[in-house]
């Protein structure tokens, strides 16, 4: 079973503060994908990764900046938090070698900035 | 980008009962697919409807495309409490990103 993990399920920090968010894939998947959720919103993309230090804007990616070092690893990063960016965030894996197109998530992190 | 519009927002039904949730789209797509989300928690991918389908059964689950009129449907049958969850549908177009609807929120109670 494809695994993907997020590194926290519950996150608080403060206004300004830098905030990492990590998310780890088990199946050497090419794309991995950060969302957030918020209600009445439903899922919005912040930024996707083809690959490797490949990375592409979604549509609401002011605020964030994101990394991918390593094909298993895509990292969400809020410079500087604001209270706005209160939010559960899902990341996704995807396997483009394959002609099955499902998106594997994470369990989410839930983030509150205080 | 275009966000697909689930209808109803929300549903409640009886355990047995069949549930039907629709979703709606304004620009052609490569596939359309469900996924259901348990509260908290990340999405699972349900079915996948390619633009060159019309319908397609899981288990007890029944999509339907409509490309003429840019509309899907996902029936649920016999439904289940367990089957208490948001669903979401995703439309695929050309290009890498999933975009996700907001969801209808099923109730199904015993």
């Known amino acids: 079973d494809v695994k993907v993990t997020q590194s926290s399920r519950y996150l608080v920090k403060r206004t300004g503060e830098k905030v990492f968010l990590e998310c780890v894939q088990d199946?050497?998947?090419?794309?991995m994908f950060w969302y957030r959720q918020d209600p009445g919103l439903g899922l919005r993309l912040i930024y996707f990764?083809?690959?490797?230090?490949?990375?592409e804007k979604g549509d609401i990616p002011e605020g964030y900046s994101v990394s991918r070092e390593k094909k298993e690893r895509f990292s969400l990063i809020l410079e500087s938090a604001s209270t706005n960016q209160t939010s559960m965030y899902l990341c996704?894996?995807?396997?483009?070698?394959?002609?099955?197109?499902?998106?594997?998530f994470g369990p989410g992190t839930r983030l509150l900035v205080l | 980008s275009q966000q697909g519009e689930e209808d109803p927002q929300a549903l409640s039904i009886q355990e047995g009962e069949n549930a039907t949730m629709n979703c709606s789209y304004k620009?052609?797509?490569?596939?359309l697919q469900w996924y259901r989300q348990n509260s908290g928690r990340g999405l699972v991918h349900l079915i996948l409807?390619?633009?060159?389908?019309r319908e397609k059964h899981s288990g007890r689950l029944r999509v339907t495309l409509d490309t003429s009129k840019k509309s899907s449907s996902l029936l649920i049958t016999a439904s289940r409490a367990a089957d208490t969850a948001s669903y979401f549908c995703?439309?695929?177009?050309?290009?890498?990103?999933?975009?996700f609807g907001k969801g209808t929120t099923l109730s199904v109670s015993s």
């Open positions: 990764s083809y690959d490797v230090k490949m990375k």
């Open positions: 409807i390619r633009s060159n389908e």
């Open positions: 620009t052609s797509i490569n596939n």
């Open positions: 995703a439309l695929r177009q050309a290009g890498t990103a999933l975009i």
């Open positions: 996704a894996s995807r396997d483009t070698r394959r002609a099955t197109e499902t998106q594997y």
């Open positions: 199946m050497d998947h090419e794309n």
